[in-house]
């Protein structure tokens, strides 16, 4: 992995959840390669496996470890994992999240009918699909954080980054509950960033504006690899018109991780957009 600068995270331990991920994964090889020691965290134990895995195979240290971010205890039992494996959190990402199609409607715009249709509008999403989104960004970056953050306090300094979104700046249509909860994390990340502001700790987020992942591709290309109209649209609304590369956003994270190009910067999120969230489309 080239970085777009060199930071020196050595003795550092780094927390990463969703680490399994496109975009989690890559931050973690990032924070690896700069010298932290990495503990991944996700439900997908082979995903967070593989990634340890070439990690270590690039001269990094890395440890995968299972575990769900909705549940303290187990979050409990790889604190204290993580402890023993890697030492206490210097470092924690929190980056797990995601939306579910039960939280999503099919169309942008109700019209009318729509209820009576089949189609399944606003008044047909599931209570239960909203509440597991919600509960996944926002409770899946607090309670980790109320686990991780407990070594953190008793530390000079520390940091937690966030991963909020796009959907935080500006709603996206067919999926409130997903929009809701990242901004729900970016009011968080500015809470908690006041909230330690008397300690070590600095808290920002970061908000990637659109780059191609697991969970979205199939949103924005179809089967054949053509962009759907959904692509057309987000790139419309792109002032740089292209989807981001995922490596784009390691400038931002570095920065926001290293104590001495930051060490003055809490409570703030960091679009990493393309122009997007300042574009009006006039």
């Known amino acids: 992995m080239r970085l777009p600068f060199d930071i020196d995270l050595s003795g550092k331990v780094a927390i990463v959840t969703g680490a399994g991920g496109v975009l989690c994964s890559m931050f973690a090889e990032a924070l690896a390669a700069s010298g932290a020691k990495l503990a991944l965290l996700d439900l997908n134990e082979e995903a967070v496996s593989i990634v340890a895995e070439r990690i270590n195979s690039g001269g990094g240290f890395a440890v995968g470890y299972k575990c769900n971010v909705l549940e303290r205890q187990s979050l409990e039992e790889c604190r204290g994992k993580i402890s023993a494996d890697l030492g206490a959190c210097d470092i924690l990402l929190n980056g797990a999240g995601g939306n579910n199609p039960r939280a999503t409607t ?86 908690l960033a006041v909230h330690f502001s008397k300690t070590g700790i600095r808290v920002n987020a970061i908000a990637p504006g659109f780059f191609v992942t697991n969970q979205n591709r199939s949103l924005l290309f179809g089967e054949d690899g053509e962009p759907t109209p959904r692509t057309g649209k987000i790139l419309a609304a792109t002032p740089m018109g ?25 409570g703030i999120v960091v679009p990493v957009d393309g122009g997007f969230s300042a574009y009006s489309g006039v």
């Not at 960004?137 to 796009?166: C, E, H, R, Y």
């Open 106 to 191: 099919e169309k942008e715009y109700y019209e009318p009918g729509d209820i009576d249709s089949g189609i399944k509008s606003f008044f047909d999403l599931d209570e239960k699909g909203v509440e597991f989104v919600f509960n996944l960004n926002f409770l899946g970056t607090l309670l980790p954080t109320q686990v991780f953050a407990a070594d953190m306090v008793k530390k000079d300094s520390s940091v937690i980054i966030n991963v909020s979104s796009m959907n935080a700046f500006c709603p996206l249509t067919k999926i409130p509950a997903y929009s809701g909860a990242k901004a729900a994390v970016s009011n968080f990340t500015q809470w």
């Open 242 to 266: 292209r989807f981001g590369e995922a490596e784009e956003l390691l400038g931002t994270l570095l920065w926001l991780v290293s104590d001495t190009a930051s060490g003055f910067v809490t």
